[in-house]
T-cell receptor, first 112, second 116 residues
Framework: QKEVEQDPGPLSVPEGAIVSLNCTYS??????FMWYRQYSRKGPELLMY????GNKEDGRFTAQVDKSSKYISLFIRDSQPSDSATYLC????????????FGKGITLSVRP | DAGVTQSPTHLIKTRGQQVTLRCSPK?????VSWYQQALGQGPQFIFQ???????QRGNFPDRFSGHQFPNYSSELNVNALLLGDSALYLC???????????????FGPGTRLTVL
């Protein structure tokens, strides 16, 4: 079993839809949770960073962490074609400055 | 302000050869991490360098080695290349001595390595 499992894709939604992306993990030591976005032929860029359990909102993006269920989610409201990319969840036990363990990634396509 | 830069962009090697990839961190950053991203997979942590020393290492064989220079730039070396080493190699930098809430890892565009 992989330490981090991410919902398989790809995912295609119409513009304006609410998108839900999810990851589960098995390592209870993970305390730092991140979502990265990766456009084609680019490196990942950080979207959201959450420490421990709870919700965090930033514009159209909301990250949720449920440590009791070992489950994290990223919600995208009013999705735009420019949101089309691969989304990767990442986790760390020792801090955002340490080894990150990534999910496989899910490719999202937002249709105009 | 230049972000993380990596060179070369693409590289083709044959099995058994050796390769060196280079990374210049974002201005003001002092720490470099290397990741391997196989096609259709998430990045896997190789190692991290801080103060010119290997601070952490992932589950990669000794064929993978690195170095950090006094100007914080870094090299990743891979010996005795295997077909399975074909991947996108990503470098990420951060400022370790900053406050914890500034520990964002910024990724470069990667080097695409193809082993034939």
């Amino acid at each position: 079993q992989k330490e981090v499992e991410q919902d398989p894709g790809p995912l295609s939604v119409p513009e304006g839809a609410i998108v839900s992306l999810n990851c589960t993990y098995s390592n209870s030591a993970f305390q730092y949770f991140m979502w990265y976005r990766q456009y084609s032929r680019k490196g990942p860029e950080l979207l959201m960073y959450t420490y421990s359990s709870g919700n965090k909102e930033d514009g159209r993006f909301t990250a949720q962490v449920d440590k009791s269920s070992k489950y994290i989610s990223l919600f995208i409201r009013d999705s735009q074609p420019s949101d089309s990319a691969t989304y990767l969840c990442a986790m760390s036990a020792a801090g955002a400055n340490s080894k990150l363990t990534f999910g496989k990634g899910i490719t999202l396509s937002v249709r105009p | 302000d230049a972000g993380v830069t990596q060179s070369p962009t693409h590289l083709i090697k044959t099995r058994g050869q050796q390769v060196t990839l280079r990374c210049s961190p974002k201005s003001g950053h002092d720490t470099v991490s290397w990741y391997q991203q196989a096609l259709g997979q998430g990045p896997q942590f190789i190692f991290q360098y801080y103060e010119e020393e290997e601070r952490q290492r992932g589950n990669f064989p000794d064929r993978f080695s690195g170095h950090q220079f006094p100007n914080y730039s870094s090299e990743l070396n891979v010996n005795a290349l295997l077909l399975g080493d074909s991947a996108l190699y990503l470098c990420a930098s951060l400022f370790m001595r900053g406050a914890a809430n500034t520990h964002t890892q910024y990724f470069g565009p990667g080097t695409r390595l193809t082993v034939l």
